[in-house]
């Protein structure tokens, strides 16, 4: 029962990468997917700064990249990959999916965490002098901040499941570890570690984030 | 000073067209509490968003002082609107921020220097009387109080305006009464120009020293509130009027009415300035007056009376008696038993 071929080493590797991949892909994700959602509420139409051409550009692509599984998306674009990385292999190569995929959906949930701030919020801003960047900064997101942290915690999550699949490209990670040896070798106490591992490591995300967004939101 | 002058605004929503205002003008001069009162749907909203520009006129002039809005860049549109504060139904605070951050706000997008913003903050708080609150939240206040904090934040840049989104709609009857009171306060102390729109006329009554009355996004009615009040003309002035001033017989009363032969009923509209009127008709002309109803309401500091009297007396005399009241510039008015 408690016999496995894998070593605690190969094990802490793993871990290591996948907290890379989600770590990293959330990072650069976050830098593309926040100003791209914020931008996405701003020129709708009715937006402060209005412009349908920006709006109906950006919005479709969004759409068409996030209807992609992340498994197709994965291998479909591994030209992309190795002109980005050189290579189409490894803990690297699952990245450049792995943000391309978590970019577009950072976008969308900022987006809809925002579109949830009172329209009188921005009126007052506006009534008060403010610019669209004053109005962005001072007014739209810190009154949509709480909504934002549980945006990025689904981000993370959904993140943190995508790797699982980078081991199709041999990224390595946890879930790469439960195919190839718990699925494929038969390994089933390395597949049971896994699965608790994973479920924990979910939990203690969502709490921290429900805990982060409960503070900012002051709801008490 | 505000002008509007033949102000209309279209909107064009899926090919069908709304007129919220058609060719509308107004002037609201220094120092006024200036209501504008109408039912929803009336196009009071558009109306205030003219002034700080927050919805454009699809035709003519905003002036502010003097200026045409239309001809500012963005740039010094939004310095004009620093020189108009608003405050709003449901106040539109930060949640996410402390009271003092709230009121700071005008001040931090004005980059002001932090030393300046706290001093003038916890000022602003002490007027509205709430400067213990500074390090509260929104959600900890109640209605009343985050109305408050509200105007202390438009009063932050040192407006010369006020514009009031019916900044008591939401709110009892007493906390309106004292949020009244603050803005009578500003307008004296810092002589601010404030301008109200709502559908409660009590408000109106209170505070304000000209109204308008809209209605289908035109102004039926404008004026002195006291000549508006006095002598409504337009069925929807009257409803309006009628809301705060009892000026009908009650029901029960007019049941009691001893019908006399020959006696004739009047209703006479007066003001505080008519004090003798009944006895001098009394001694001058030996009519019989019998009171059926009085009524005395205060607009801001003057009383608009009414009253249903009888009369009796020989014909002559009571044409005489009631001519005599006409030329005292009082209203009156024969009814039927």
Redesign the interface.
């Known amino acids: 029962m408690f016999q496995t071929t894998v070593t605690v080493d190969q094990f802490l590797q793993a871990m290591v990468d996948t907290f890379y991949m989600v770590g990293f892909s959330l990072l650069v994700g976050s830098i593309i997917g926040i100003p791209l959602g914020i931008l996405l509420v701003i020129t709708r139409p009715g937006g402060i700064i209005e412009n349908s051409v920006f709006f109906k550009m950006v919005n479709p692509v969004i759409n068409m990249v996030r209807s992609l599984p992340f498994i197709i998306l994965l291998v479909a674009i591994i030209p992309f990959t190795r002109l980005i990385v050189q290579t189409s292999i490894g803990t690297a190569a699952a990245i450049v999916p792995l943000i391309i995929y978590v970019s577009p959906f950072i976008a969308r949930l900022v987006e809809n965490s925002i579109l949830e701030v ?1 329209d ?2 921005i ?2 801003a ?6 669209p960047m ?1 109005t962005i900064w ?2 739209l997101v ?2 949509a ?2 909504s934002l942290i549980l945006s990025l915690t689904t981000a993370t999550i959904s993140l943190l499941s995508a790797t699982a699949m980078a081991g199709a490209v041999g990224g390595g990670g946890i879930g790469d570890l439960a195919i190839s040896y718990g699925y494929e070798r038969f390994d089933s106490f390395i597949m049971l570690v896994t699965v608790v591992v994973l479920i924990i490591f979910v939990q203690v995300i969502q709490s921290v984030g429900n805990w982060l967004a409960a503070k ?3 709801e008490n | 000073m505000i002008q509007l002058e033949h102000v209309s605004k279209t909107y064009k929503r899926n090919g069908t067209e709304t007129i919220a205002l058609n060719n509308v003008s107004l002037q609201i001069n220094k120092g006024d509490i200036f209501g504008v009162i109408g039912f929803s749907g009336a196009g009071k909203s558009t109306l205030i968003r003219m002034v700080n520009y927050l919805e454009k006129p699809t035709s003519g002039t905003v002036l502010i002082d003097g200026n045409d809005v239309s001809d500012y860049t963005m740039q010094e549109l939004r310095k004009t609107r620093k020189n108009i504060g608003m405050i709003f139904q449901h106040f539109n605070l930060l949640n996410s921020k402390t009271i003092f951050h709230n009121v700071a706000i005008p001040l931090i997008l004005a980059k002001t220097d932090k030393k300046v913003i706290k001093e003038r903050v916890m000022e602003l708080l002490q007027f509205v009387g709430l400067e213990e609150k500074a390090t509260n939240y929104p959600n900890e206040l109640s209605g009343g109080q985050k109305q408050r904090i509200g105007i202390a934040r438009a009063l932050a840049s040192n407006p010369s305006i006020l514009l009031c989104d019916e900044a008591t709609s939401a709110l009892d009857p007493q906390t309106t009464d004292s949020i009244l009171q603050l803005l009578q306060k500003i307008n004296q102390a810092y002589n601010i120009t404030i301008m109200i729109i709502t559908h409660e006329m009590s408000i109106i009554q209170k505070i304000c020293n000209r109204v308008a009355v809209m209605e289908k996004g035109e102004i039926i009615e404008e004026g002195n509130v006291l000549e508006v009040f006095g002598n409504p003309k337009h069925s929807s002035t009257k409803n309006f009027v009628r809301t705060v001033l009892q000026d009908e017989i009650p029901e029960n009363i007019r049941k009691k009415i001893n019908v006399i032969p020959g006696s004739r009923l009047f209703k006479i509209d007066f003001n505080d300035e008519s004090n003798e009127l009944i006895n001098d008709m009394i001694r001058n002309f030996g009519v019989t007056v019998n009171l059926i109803y009085a009524t005395m309401n205060e607009i801001k500091t003057n009383t608009i009376g009414h009253m249903v009297i009888q009369l009796i007396g020989a014909s002559a005399t009571v044409n005489q008696a009631v001519s005599f009241l006409s030329t005292k510039e009082i209203y009156v008015k024969e009814l039927a038993y």
């Open positions: 009172d009188g919020i009126e007052a506006e009534s008060m002098g403010a610019t004053q001072y007014f810190p009154e901040m709480g900012v939101r002051r």
